[in-house]
């Protein structure tokens, strides 16, 4: 009986559940390099609401960082509208930290939110226009978005302002696109929860 002898020159062949295995690795540790998706997912239950308002947490938890805790504080309040910080307990900190600030407000018509809000647009990084709602910016660390008051509201529209206080990842394109989506999402929601719905 003849015997096979193996190449010891060629490495034996891997399967492709290997491959893939391993390409997983390598793509998560660079992505962890870069501040990515494959961090460790946070201990706190992700938000179904924020500032008193339904969210959709697959759409918001790309915005927020891991950590310990969550929690959204009412920062202020008043005719015109109401602003809340989303704080969370970062692993290694005792307390929590602010890592995004949603503003909502309703104005007169006439009013244009992205002229006043100009310098602060700009200090979010690179803002542009996109089509959601009546008229929106994105930018790196932000977005503007407005939305017409239907009905008895006629004269006056609806502002959400989200402010991000992490820092501006490496992947800011993919960021950018998740705060997209959000404001999106929430913009109809936000607008009822502050009086200005049909």
């Not at 690179?126 to 006629?154: E, F, H, M, S, Y």
């Amino acid at each position: 009986m003849t015997q096979i002898r193996r190449n010891q020159t060629r490495p034996p062949l891997r399967s492709v559940s290997g491959v893939v295995r391993t390409l997983s690795v390598v793509s998560c540790a660079v992505a962890m390099l870069g501040a990515a998706g494959c961090a460790e997912p946070p201990n706190y239950a992700t938000p179904t609401k924020v500032c008193g308002t339904k969210v959709d947490p697959e759409l918001i938890s790309p915005l927020l960082p891991p950590g310990k805790e969550f929690e959204d504080q009412v920062a202020a309040s008043d005719s015109r509208g109401e602003s809340c910080k989303l704080m969370v307990t970062l692993n290694g900190d005792s307390g929590g930290t602010q890592v995004m600030h949603i503003r909502r407000d309703v104005v007169p018509g006439d009013v244009d939110p992205f002229e006043v809000n100009k310098n602060a647009l700009l200090g979010y990084g690179n803002p542009r226009r996109v089509n959601v709602g009546d008229d929106a910016r994105i930018a790196d660390k932000g977005a503007l978005a407005t939305l017409a008051c239907p009905g008895k509201g006629q004269g006056r529209k609806f502002v959400l302002e989200i402010h991000l206080s992490k820092e501006t990842p490496k992947d800011v394109a993919e960021r950018r696109a998740a705060l997209e989506r959000f404001v999106r999402s929430h913009l109809p929601d936000a607008q009822k929860a502050q009086g200005c719905g049909g």
